[in-house]
């Protein structure tokens, strides 16, 4: 496997992870929606960089929220090929030139009932992407760690249920969730993480 010196420590650390170690939403034995997201990391001018979109502000789920491109599985079909295909449906991706590490634990999400893997990639020839469907996509960005790790661009975000968990405040989104959840153990396990203060609240109302 071809992939770059500064991804080789969070796929040593991905090697062997426990679910445990991903998520405290630990799937149920039987039921939920299979769905997968790609976590795709690249490299450009700006440096190393991970793919997220922001899905359309009219969605019926989800709405306006920054994302992983991922979806449902359909029927037949693993997590490798529905994150693959989601990603070229939401973005114009190539994914022939996508390599696929390993997928990650499964996470449960019990809001919407579905049970997401992980799909873990680089990118190695990496193509042109953009919006493909403004109905469900409104904006595709490379997003740099170098953002992501800058303890200015890290908050704590505040959910009027009363949750409060990790968020990024970058390319004018505010990512929270699950998609907040992997990136911040994402950016530990591989040892990218810098200290921040967790003490800052951002409200989910947000729209810098």
């Not at 445990?20 to 700006?46: K, Q």
């Not at 994150?83 to 019990?110: C, K, S």
Request: charged share 20%.
């Amino acid at each position: 496997m071809s992939v770059p010196q500064w991804l080789q420590p969070l796929i040593a650390a991905t090697e062997d992870l426990s679910a445990e170690a991903l998520t405290r939403f630990a799937p149920p034995a039987d039921g939920g929606r299979r769905s997968a997201v790609l976590i795709l990391f690249g490299e450009d001018d700006h440096g190393p960089d991970v793919l997220l979109i922001q899905r359309a502000s009219d969605m019926r789920s989800h709405a306006g929220q920054p994302a992983f491109p991922g979806g449902a599985e359909d029927d037949d079909e693993g997590a490798v090929s529905a994150a693959l295909r989601e990603g070229q449906e939401e973005t114009g991706l190539d994914p022939l030139g996508v390599e696929v590490i390993r997928t990650l634990p499964d996470v449960w999400l019990p809001p919407s009932g579905f049970v997401v893997t992980p799909v873990l990639a680089w990118w190695e020839r990496p193509s042109p992407v953009s919006a493909m469907d403004p109905a469900e996509v409104s904006e595709v960005h490379r997003v740099p760690l170098a953002e992501l790790t800058d303890p200015e661009n890290r908050v704590s975000v505040r959910h009027p249920s009363g949750y409060i968990g990790p968020g990024f405040t970058v390319r004018g989104m505010l990512v929270w969730g699950f998609t907040a959840l992997l990136l911040d153990r994402i950016l530990a396990l591989a040892g990218w993480e810098r200290a921040w203060d967790t003490g800052r609240i951002v409200d989910i109302g947000w729209t810098g």
